[in-house]
């Protein structure tokens, strides 16, 4: 192929990148995907894409896995307070045409969501994601949200202003293209339409600014769909449904409906085979929304030809429009429960096909009562495990909704009574008769957060004692991981029995409300962990994000929440900010000594601490880990933990199997240098010599 630019790259390469070669005349370069430097693009050679220097021979790492993608350069940076920074996601040509002084970003920080259609993966991204986590997971000031080092620049404003894109992957082809580069032309129209403001009435939504990241797709017959988030006035959840048909490379249109959030689409298969295509909407605040929105499980009854047709869902921003989708869950579900992060089918044991679902705890579960204290709010429920009745013939739908049963809750394992609740569950999986799951603490907007939420003067009271770091740290929690016997989740559910606890804490420390200080005491279930503390040993392990049985194996990643941390701490610069809506950078000389009195240094301090004293010290560095149950009666295996010998992947985002392959998607706390961005990596059993 030739070097390709597109009409942006090509205004900005003819103002930019040229050399004067005397007051008249202006010579133009141009790199080829060889190297070759011309003064004319159509003096590039031409390759086949058989050639061997297209990107389809994989590249092999120190572990059983070679690095499969990449994802691509879209913007030419220059600092981080400039105006100067050029974001063109379109331009497949970056690395060949920055302008002097430029170096190139990635911002693609991680495949949200994620499906395939035959070989090819479509994947929705969220954009430099790990640039706000420092704020609003671990308490950093918002004077050092805006910094600068060799791996990565960010800022609050430059963040929120970078819009996600959808992108699809061939990794035997080595296509890597972002889905404007997809679409006809017609098509291509029609999905910018979808980014531009649109006046409802009184008030126009600045859609492209705050659709932020597409965070699950799914595919039927030729369509894939895909759900970004979005605000509505005064902070109401909006999920806006985008639909293509991946035959014709087209776009078919969107609507929106009333929503927080969703985590998957999934196919269903009743006994009998018959398929149906569901997703699961729910309460959250994590992307600022009100956590007004509903629970509920939808089944989508359009047609290929006609995929908004039909529902009891609708779009009101599109007066009342059909969106192709109905309400198939028991209206119990919709206001007493919080999102469903993870839900898979399984075949039970009496042979019915069932859900198995982590709820997170409904945003509401406390209230304000008198003052500024707060009050439990009766009927709505914590974290739990949900098991669903059995698939009905023909799936569930109104007629036959998804009714459940909780399993398990999260004041079961974790005796602080006041923060568990802000706890979550994370990925789940099943392997040989056996239902594995794991927890998610998202750092400060857990257990920390919670606890000021249910009360705020015992939590003054306790850091007035204790002091503000020892509260972080005992409201921390890394992740643990559990599992349970298919054919006991009822008497689980009854309370007959318990899940089996692999890795987690065997006690905890928890506040004593007399005496205002912590004291250490057993977990609820009174087990010791099998295999191992909680986090695999690291406390930054806070994550359970993706999981896959494939093969009689269990392969589980994690997410790191410090693995950027070592960097933003010891070399990035801070001192000068950008805060919304304030034009001009505010200095900020004393950034140093603000971050080594920070929760972050707190954090990392105790971490080194925790993992000196388990002799792991050693693997206190950058990168994410994932490990593999080889088998039930074995404890996880390290597989990296490194991520993937790239300091830049702090965890594995999603997993697809496509052709018989498994392909990891991480996640980066960078976006400069040649280790940022999204990546793939494909397991090669053959490598994995144990």
Same mark, same amino acid.
């Given at each position: ?213 597409? !965070?699950?797709?799914? /595919?039927?017959? @030729?369509?894939?769909?895909?759900? &970004?988030? %979005?605000?509505? *006035? #005064?902070? +109401? ?25 969703? !985590?998957?689409?999934? /196919?269903?298969? @009743?006994?009998?085979?018959?398929? &149906?295509? %569901?997703?699961? *909407? #729910?309460? +959250? ?38 969106? &192709? ?366």
């Amino acid at each position: 192929m030739k070097t390709r630019m597109t009409t942006v790259a090509a205004m900005i390469l003819a103002s930019l990148t040229m050399t004067a070669c005397n007051d008249t005349e202006t010579e133009y370069v141009y790199v080829c995907d060889d190297g070759t430097e011309v003064s004319n693009p159509d003096s590039c050679p031409i390759t086949d894409p058989s050639d061997p220097t297209d990107p389809v021979v994989p590249t092999p790492i120190d572990a059983p896995f070679v690095l499969a993608a990449q994802t691509k350069i879209d913007e030419a940076y220059i600092g981080i307070t400039s105006s100067g920074n050029m974001y063109d996601p379109t331009n497949n040509d970056w690395a060949n045409m920055l302008p002097p002084g430029y170096e190139g970003k990635r911002t693609a920080a991680y495949p949200w969501g994620t499906t395939t259609y035959g070989q090819e993966l479509w994947f929705g991204t969220i954009a430099q994601g790990w640039c706000v986590w420092p704020y609003q997971n671990i308490g950093m000031d918002l004077m050092t949200t805006t910094y600068e080092s060799e791996y990565t620049a960010c800022s609050v404003p430059n963040t929120t202003g970078t819009p996600s894109q959808f992108y699809l992957y061939d990794f035997e082809t080595g296509e890597q293209e972002v889905i404007q580069n997809v679409l006809d032309e017609e098509s291509l129209k029609e999905y910018l339409k979808a980014f531009t403001p649109r006046n409802y009435g009184s008030d126009a939504e600045p859609q492209l600014a705050n659709t932020f990241g597409f !965070r699950a797709s799914g /595919t039927v017959g @030729d369509l894939v769909f895909t759900a &970004g988030h %979005y605000k509505n *006035i #005064g902070g +109401e959840g909006r999920l806006r449904l985008f639909v293509f048909n991946a035959k014709e490379r087209s776009f078919v249109g969107y609507r929106d409906i009333i929503g927080d959030t969703t !985590r998957r689409f999934r /196919t269903l298969t @009743d006994a009998k085979g018959n398929d &149906g295509f %569901y997703t699961i *909407i #729910g309460s +959250e605040t994590g992307m600022t929304q009100n956590g007004n929105g509903p629970t509920q499980m939808l089944r989508w009854v359009g047609t290929q030809d006609a995929p908004f047709a039909g529902g009891d869902v609708t779009d009101d921003r599109l007066q009342g429009a059909e969106t &192709g989708w109905e309400v198939v869950s028991d209206a119990s579900f919709a206001m007493t429960h919080g999102m469903i992060g993870d839900w898979r089918q399984f075949t039970h044991t009496d042979g019915t096909e069932r859900l198995i679902m982590s709820s997170a705890a409904h945003p509401h579960v406390y209230k304000y009562g008198n003052g500024e204290e707060q009050v439990r709010n009766p009927g709505i429920s914590e974290s739990v495990i949900l098991l669903s009745n059995p698939i009905p013939e023909g799936g569930f739908t109104a007629a036959n909704p998804m009714e459940f049963t909780e399993i398990f809750n999260m004041n079961r394992y974790d005796p602080a009574e006041l923060a568990s609740w802000g706890h979550k569950w994370g990925t789940s999986a099943i392997l040989d008769g056996y239902v594995y799951f794991g927890t998610y603490h998202q750092g400060n907007d857990a257990g920390y957060k919670h606890f000021e939420k249910a009360a705020p003067q015992l939590m003054a009271d306790v850091i007035a004692r204790e002091g503000a770091e020892a509260f972080q740290v005992n409201e921390w929690r890394a992740s643990s991981i559990f599992r349970m016997k298919l054919a006991d989740l009822e008497a689980i559910g009854e309370g007959k029995k318990d899940p089996e606890l692999l890795y987690g804490y065997e006690t905890m420390n928890i506040v004593d409300k007399e005496t205002a200080s912590y004291k250490s005491v057993p977990n609820l279930l009174g087990q010791k962990p099998l295999y191992g503390e909680a986090g695999m040993g690291n406390p930054g392990n806070v994550y359970s994000w993706t999981s896959i049985s494939k093969d009689g194996k269990l392969f589980w990643g994690f997410f790191d929440a410090f693995s950027g941390m070592h960097d933003l701490l010891n070399n990035a610069y801070a001192g000068d900010v950008m805060i919304p809506g304030v034009p001009m950078p505010i200095p900020n000389p004393d950034y140093k000594d603000m971050m080594k009195n920070s929760p972050g240094q707190w954090m990392m301090d105790h971490t080194k601490e925790v993992m000196t004293a388990n002799g792991t010290l050693d693997d206190f560095t950058p990168g994410g880990d994932l490990v593999v149950f080889d088998d039930v009666n074995s404890p996880a295996r390290v597989l990296t933990k490194d991520g993937f010998g790239n300091l830049c992947s702090n965890g594995v985002r999603n997993v697809v199997d496509i052709n018989d392959k498994l392909y990891f998607g991480t996640s980066t706390w960078c976006n400069l240098s040649d280790k940022a961005g999204l990546e793939f990596y494909q397991y090669k059993p053959e490598l994995d010599k144990k």
